[in-house]
């Protein structure tokens, strides 16, 4: 890494956190905007929430100096907890599409299991969950009207995803083993997504939490599939951490 340049580290989602590459295919857009960073690349280990805040911990603590970072959906669970690990070493942090504290809340699981109810169900047996196809794909990460693009757009990232840990995705969404994780203590902007299956109130996310909340058009999977979209929302997460260099 360059000593003069600033650091920004990325923590995935579920279904795509498991291989440096995959986890770069979904932050590519974010990648490219922040060419001139020294760029970590988070993955998780093991099938628990704990295991996941692990493997990230030991993966930034011979990373030296102040930290950014961005964080994608469960992403923003995980970011939580290692910060919480590593207290002071995070400037500010950025959310796009980023889960609350608690996980998903329980309107939103009920709303899945209307969208992915065998693969939820197969968690329940402790199965790893990934949709069934794209077009549950589809209703999970994107919005707007049926479209040729918007069913590519499905089909790329049905081919892209990976299983996620049961025992992962039964701690960020069902009430009785959901774990709540600490508050952020840095400045934080949040994109939320207007569209945004998990949340479907888009009102008071993160309470307790200092929080910048940016609502734009798009939906869950706005990170990897609309650049034209995201790159707006870009530019103000680097205005918002040009002003903590």
Partial sequence: MEVNRPTLVLFPGAWGNRTDSLVRWWFRHVIRHFADWN????????????DYLRSAEQQLKEVEGP???ICYSM????????????????????????LERIGVRAKVLMNGLRVVFWPLIRTLILKPLIPDN?????????????????????????SKMTPESARAILALAVPGLRQTQPRFTCPVMAIVPRDDFFFPDQGDLYRGEDVVEVRCEGAHGLICT????????LQRIHRFFATHL
């Fill in 39 to 50: 760029i970590i690349v988070l993955t998780y280990e093991g099938k628990t929430v704990k």
């Fill in 75 to 98: 992403g923003a669970v995980i970011a939580r907890g290692v910060s919480a690990r590593m207290p002071g070493r995070f400037v500010c942090v950025a959310l796009i599409s980023g």
């Fill in 226 to 233: 609309d650049r034209d979209a995201l790159h707006p929302q």
């Fill in 134 to 158: 794209s077009e549950q794909v589809e209703r999970l990460f994107l919005s707007g009207p049926m479209s040729m693009s918007k069913r590519a757009a499905a089909l790329e990232i049905f």
């Fill in 67 to 69: 930290l950014f970072a």
